[in-house]
């Protein structure tokens, strides 16, 4: 278990990208809501507003981590788990999700 100077919840859980790299590490209940805002299951229905989030954290993870590849693109996988343990969630990103991505950043910077 770790904890952060800046959070008094112990981190337990971690985001991963394809290659098993976290993106992000938190407690259990905040790491499951920012993995199920990646993966679309809390924009049901509303694929526009996920796109619209999409562009947004891809933003902000090039921002963060620049020269890293993003893990939001075609056929790219993420996965919640436990740190150092196996995952209980992933989600493969679609084929036409980088094109749609595309097109969302290129609406919003218009």
């Known amino acids: 278990m770790h904890r952060s100077i ?6 337990t859980h971690e ?3 394809s290659a098993g790299e976290w ?3 938190g407690d259990e209940s905040s790491m499951a809501v920012i993995f199920n805002n ?3 299951i809390n ?6 507003a996920w796109l619209q989030y999409m562009a947004w954290m891809s933003w902000f993870h090039r921002s963060a981590w620049p020269g890293r590849e993003s893990p939001f693109r075609d056929g790219a996988q993420i996965k919640l788990a436990p ?4 995952p209980i969630a992933q989600f493969t990103f ?5 094109a749609d991505l595309d097109r969302v950043t290129h609406e919003q910077q218009a």
């Open 43 to 48: 924009f049901e229905g509303r694929r526009q």
């Open 6 to 11: 800046t959070s008094p919840t112990p981190h």
């Open 94 to 98: 679609p084929a036409s999700f980088s």
């Open 15 to 17: 985001i991963q990208d």
């Open 23 to 25: 993106l992000w590490v």
């Open 83 to 86: 740190i150092g343990g196996r």
């Open 38 to 40: 990646i993966s679309g």
